[in-house]
Each structure stands twice: as C-alpha cells, then as structure tokens.
C-alpha cells in the first residue's frame, strides 16, 4: 500500500548563504513541489519535521528551496539528507494508469511468464517515454515504461507485470 506522504526528494546540500536547500528530486515536476505550502523533511530517525515553503526554482535537474525560518547556511546544513515530503492527499490526483515515480521505485518486476527480473530501482526520464532500470540478482534491465511493454501495476500488491518485447533481455543459454 502506498506510503500516507509523496517523497518529492531529498536535501542535498545548503546553497548560498541565506538558507537555500538544493534538493535532488524524485517527484515527476517542480510543480508539485511549487504548489505546496508546507512539506515535511524526515531525517536519518525517520521524524517529521513541518516547514513553509517560501520558494522554489529550478537549477538544472535540481531545486533550489526556501524555507521559512531557515535564513543562514549553517540551518539549511542541518537538513542535508533529509527526505522532502508532502501527505498524499496534498498531491494532485493522477489520471488512470498513471503513477508516481516514488510509488514505482521498488516494485518487483515480473514477466507474464512469470520470472522474476528484479526490483525497479530508478527511472530514466527520456524524450519519448521513461525507462525503468530494474535490478535483479547480478543483472541489470532497462525497461521502456510503454502499454506493449508494462501489461499491470499492481502497488498494493507490489508487482508490476511486463511482456518483454523480442530481443529485449538476452536469455541464457541452457
């Protein structure tokens, strides 16, 4: 079952001397981050901790964060490698068979023939479709995030079953 919060991202370093967090995100757009009054940052223990959101802008594949309350770079330290969240119900409402990437990391990847490649542990964005990089036991799968590739996800279950295209993964010789 999906987590109650959306991870958006996580504090990577303090940017400048005011306060500014550079966040590397794992949310699919700024805009979710930018739509949202409060997040909550969880750190190593796994506490939450409440902060307004003052503004956000892009820096390259990154964000660059204001926090209310945090105005020196010695603040925006303390929260480096804290997880940015939102509650779900702050984030908007996807359409049918559209997911958010940090309800997909993790997953178990099956095939309709039912072997089992691995988990999806990142996702590449590319112009045309994103890639799920799947990793299983000393092996590593890129697979393309298409209706003939991805047949069902089921997150509460935890799977997401796939038809693997010919030519796709090189199986090994028996």
Known sequence: ?????????RAVKAWG??????????????????????????????????YVV??????GSAWIMQ????????????????ELLIPRSA???????????ADLIGLKVVTEEGRELGRISGILETGANDVY????EGSE????????????????GGVMLVRLLKGMIETEAV
């Open 141 to 156: 799968w890129l697979l393309p995030a298409t209706r003939e590739v991805v047949r069902r996800v089921d997150l509460a």
């Open 91 to 101: 984030a908007p409402t996807l359409p049918e068979g559209t997911y958010y990437h």
């Open 1 to 9: 079952m999906p987590s109650p919060f959306l991870v958006l991202g």
């Open 67 to 82: 926090f209310q309350g945090v105005g020196t770079i010695e603040q925006a330290e303390r929260l480096i490698d804290h």
């Open 54 to 59: 003052e503004r956000v802008r892009p820096a």
């Open 17 to 50: 001397l005011k306060g500014e967090v550079k966040v590397q995100p794992s949310a699919d757009s700024i805009a979710i981050a930018a739509g949202s009054a409060t997040v909550y940052l969880r750190g190593a223990g796994g506490d939450l901790a409440e």
């Open 133 to 136: 990089v799947v990793h299983g």
